[in-house]
């Protein structure tokens, strides 16, 4: 793969560098999410607007019809500007583009990817979180409805999201991973109660999902029944990967960071520092390859797979090593800058659960890609 950006792409990004240097704001991202929430979504909107959302989508649904490339290169420079962080939006829109039909790309994408309707996704439980396969919401086809009840959990912006995209078993005698279908769910439907969950940090990013009793239409379900499943994977392979989600270049941001804190040091730091700045810039660069080489996989067609696995698990090796580092090196609880070093530490915490734990991801690469044997267990 070569590494450069073609004439084409020098010239995306050009324009991409000139227009986040007008349209930046000017205020600092808030630290409160009641806050910040308004102040990302109106930044995602003007991205949009201008057309640099939804790159690699179709342009009927809104999209504007490039490539992975540009993608990338989106991620990349709003890493290297300090851009507002953008809502979970692009890897909602897959399942939809992939398998909903022609009425439901046409109503959902386009506010969708336009950000004037927020989407969660409902996939964990309090009985199912990396063991998704044995979630228990159920849902029961009654004339042209169906009634969904159940408890889901840890679903990110949910207090903030239109629809909810949420798996439920509709098939009870059928093997796990086999009976689990896919809906829209309006989250102001009557049965519908969210209950946001303050975390460590004092966000309330995630929260609870109570359904009882929740009638939704029949033309709501995504795909075909029983294919909740498969979406659900293909939703995970999107959401694990490093190159369009932006961790790269804030994990390179953060090294930095760190690294003028060492080099500012009097007398100058040991070598036990230095070599845990070393294993973190060595990590954050096996990350970065790796990252190019899913580049790679993409620009020749591929869609994203179980070696996205590998992408969480080096992701939050490298948040986690940076976060513990950072925390090593500003010991003094009243040093500039400590607090926010500190919220990202318990965050980071997280890495190595949500979205798959660490334990998962190992075994979905053991079984998946190096076909070893599922253990009896």
Known sequence: MDLRDSPEEARFRARLCAWLKENLPADPEPTVLAERWPYMREFQ???????????????????????????AILSEELGKANAPSLLPLGHLGRPLLSYGTDEQRRRYLPPLLASDEIWCQGFSEPQAGSDLASLRTRAVRKGDEWVLNGHKIWTSYAAFADFCLLLARTDPDAVRHRGISAFIVPLSAPGVTVRPIVLANGDEEFAEIFLDDVRIPEANILGRPTDGWRIAMDVVNYERGAVETGYLPKFERYLSELAAVVKARTPAPDRAVLRALGETAAALEVLRMHCLRTLSDRVSGASPGPESSIDKLLMTAVEQKLMALSLSLLTDTTAPGRAEWFDRYLYGRAGSIYGGSAQIQRNILAERLLGLPRSPG
């Open 45 to 71: 909107q003007r991205l949009y607007r201008s057309g640099w959302v939804a790159l690699s989508y179709p342009k009927q649904v809104g999209g504007q019809g490039l490539g992975p490339m540009e993608e």
